[in-house]
């Protein structure tokens, strides 16, 4: 709900949503699945799904890991290689990231990440809103914060698999019933040049 608000998405629209999630209005019985499996080069893939018919669902995520060189793996197949973790996306603008970081752990963060003009702050899924809440009262600009699915351990494949791989992701979130996707993917600087080229 906070992500659709971050997004200045209508109350209407979030109100739907939240009927249709939790199989109000028509009738509609939602089902929350976790699916897994390998892309181009063996990347772990997580996809999270909401849906009203898991036939469809699942075949329709099947061939998007057929076509884009992965496979569907079976349940526990790689979730063990993520944590879930609250993800806070910090604009640092004029602050030194140094002591932004410092700042954040001290607020309750777990651990932090700097990079470029953002830092990243790490907290228990159970912390999020208490950290977000915290940071903004210190007038830090929060940019974004979710719980996520995070790789314990990430890998680096060639430009031409990181490529494929981005694709398989973008293919992924385009689906309706597809709420979030997570790969253990390191993607280079040149591949992500590679994949914005086409």
Same mark, same amino acid.
């Given at each position: 709900?906070?992500?659709?608000? /971050? ?8 109100? *739907?949503? $939240?009927?249709?999630? =939790? %199989? !109000?209005?028509? @009738? ?23 849906? /009203? ?8 995520? *099947?061939? $998007?890991?057929?076509? =884009? %060189? !992965?496979?569907? @793996? ?23 990231? /140094? ?16 990079? !470029? ?18 940071l903004e009262k210190e007038k830090i600009?929060?940019e974004s914060a979710e719980v996520s699915?995070?790789?314990k351990q990430t890998i680096d494949l ?41």
């Open positions: 709900m906070q992500r659709a608000k /971050d997004s200045s998405m209508p109350w209407d629209n979030i109100s *739907r949503a $939240i009927t249709k999630a =939790s %199989g !109000g209005g028509d @009738g509609v019985q939602m089902q929350e699945l976790l699916m897994e499996g390998y892309g181009p080069g063996g990347g772990a893939v997580l996809v999270n799904v909401m849906t /009203d018919n898991r036939n469809r669902t699942v075949a329709g995520i *099947r061939n $998007i890991f057929t076509r =884009s %060189g !992965g496979s569907l @793996g079976e349940s526990g197949s790689v979730g063990w290689l993520f944590q879930q973790r609250g993800v806070i996306n910090v604009k640092a603008e004029d602050r030194d990231k /140094d002591e932004l970081s410092l700042q954040a752990i001290d607020l309750g963060a777990e651990d932090v990440n700097v990079e !470029g003009d953002y830092v990243t702050v790490y907290t228990t899924p159970a912390k999020l809103e208490e950290v977000r809440t915290a600009t929060v699915m995070i790789p060639d430009e031409k698999q990181s490529v494929q791989t981005m694709r398989l992701l973008e293919n992924l979130e385009e689906l309706d019933d597809v709420q979030s996707v997570a790969s253990n993917v390191n993607f280079s600087d040149s591949a992500m040049a590679a994949y914005e080229k086409g």
